[in-house]
Nanobody, 124 residues
């Protein structure tokens, strides 16, 4: 059974930093494109970042230069370092796994597995 478990969310002041983690089990982690998404209250879930098994990385424009995605295939872990946080970054953050073999996707429906989410709240 595949499980993705996020951790590391919390309350932080604007300008602060947080590091999210995603622990994966039940899948051959190194074969998956891994992604981070977020959903703010009243909004649709949106793409944040993705990292392919090759290590190629993609970011949404809204987080480029502030967020860093990484993965440790040996430990079945993925991370999201979030710096210079803004109130508009407040959302539930989800990790997701996509079994595609080429490219990456920014669409929710293309990801096969999801975590339960972790809340990030940025105060002004």
């Amino acid at each position: 059974q595949v499980q993705l478990v996020e951790s590391g969310g919390g309350l932080v002041q604007a300008g602060g930093s947080l590091r999210l983690s995603c622990a994966a089990s039940g899948l051959t982690f190194s074969r998956y494109v891994m992604g981070w998404f977020r959903q703010a209250p009243g909004k649709e879930r949106e793409f944040v970042a993705a990292i392919r098994r090759s290590g190629n990385i993609y970011y949404a424009d809204s987080v480029k230069g502030r967020y860093t995605i990484s993965r440790e295939n040996a430990n079945n872990m993925m991370y999201l370092q979030m710096n210079s946080l803004k109130p508009e970054d407040t959302a539930v953050y989800y990790c997701a796994a996509d079994a595609r073999t080429n490219g990456y996707s920014v669409y929710n429906q293309d990801y096969d597995y999801w975590g339960q989410g972790t809340q990030v709240t940025v105060s002004s």
